[in-house]
């Protein structure tokens, strides 16, 4: 089985990160891997990526005449690749070595078509202590409570998650215009729309393996609430929009929220009156915010997506 990762980037500040990403691709320890990267319009990172990486023979580097966005340009990187599957990682992250690996053995055991993995946190500038595991997944971590074990869920995370080519194909890839005519800049959801097509067609969702590993760089600026509140508050609102687009995308979201505040928030209250600190203070209270903010995110996108 060959494997295409599709690895997308266009910012000549995230270059670093970008070919940190790209030889970690190409140092797995699976071998039959393909490297498709496309730089969306930026002509100095795809020649500095060509001078960098272009003598692998496992490496095809496509430029976007122009920036046309990251759901798009993936499609693009999934038309151009030639492998069986095709998986998805970002420019800001760093795959484990047996990750490919991973993902291939939960093909060949669960005759999957889509498999993603576990997002794990590279905290750049320190794990923020006010942050509660439970919210992980504002900043691309796999959060708790995301699945017990190997299991099929509706969608993993973006930058670990991969299609069998055919059925990618089949199903035209990601919806590009969201965050366009659907919506807005701060509607996010790609996966989760795509997903659940294959889900109305196939009637089967995305095998979830945690041995399949990728690092996420979270970068200072992520650590800020302000911004995670922000994050939180687009969040919610991004999650009402794809009830819209996709009326069967809401039940993961509603049980996590059951669990959240049946099982999570419960737990937290006990073990702060057990074992009382300003860390579990803090991550109480900002767990309380948090979930508000999606809330007020979610009651806008009632008004804006009725």
Known sequence: MKVSVVLCTYSP????????????????????????????????????????????ER??????????GLLESRNTGA????????????????????????????YGRRDAIAAGGKMVGEWVAGEPGFLPEEFYWLVGVTHRGFADGESEVRNTFGSNISFDREV?????????????????????????????????????????????RVAHKVFEYRTRPTW???????????????ETLVGESADEESAYLGQLLGTFLPARLRGLVSAPSVTAVLQLLFLLVLTGTVGLGYAYGLLRWR
């Not at 038309?79 to 939960?106: K, N, Q, R, T």
């Not at 035209?172 to 659940?196: H, P, V, W, Y």
């Not at 109305?200 to 041995?211: A, F, L, N, R």
């Open 228 to 242: 995670l509140l922000e994050r939180a508050f687009w969040q919610g609102y991004s999650k009402r929009a794809m």
């Open 79 to 106: 038309e151009l690749a030639s492998g069986d599957v095709v998986a998805f990682i970002d420019d800001d992250a760093v795959p484990a070595p047996d990750w490919i690996e991973a993902l291939v053995d939960v």
């Open 168 to 212: 990618f194909l089949e199903m035209d890839g990601f919806d590009s215009d969201i965050g366009g005519r659907k919506g807005d800049k701060n509607l996010q959801g790609g996966e989760t729309e795509l997903c659940a097509r294959i889900r109305s067609v196939y009637d089967e969702g995305v095998w979830y393996t945690p041995e399949a």
């Open 59 to 68: 490496t095809r580097i496509h430029l976007n005449d122009e920036n046309v």
């Open 13 to 56: 500040d995230m270059y670093e990160h970008f070919l940190e990403a790209a030889e970690g691709v190409l140092a797995q320890t699976y071998s039959d891997v393909e490297l498709v990267v496309v730089v969306d319009g930026t002509e100095s990172v795809y020649e500095r990526a060509v001078e960098d990486l272009g003598d692998d």
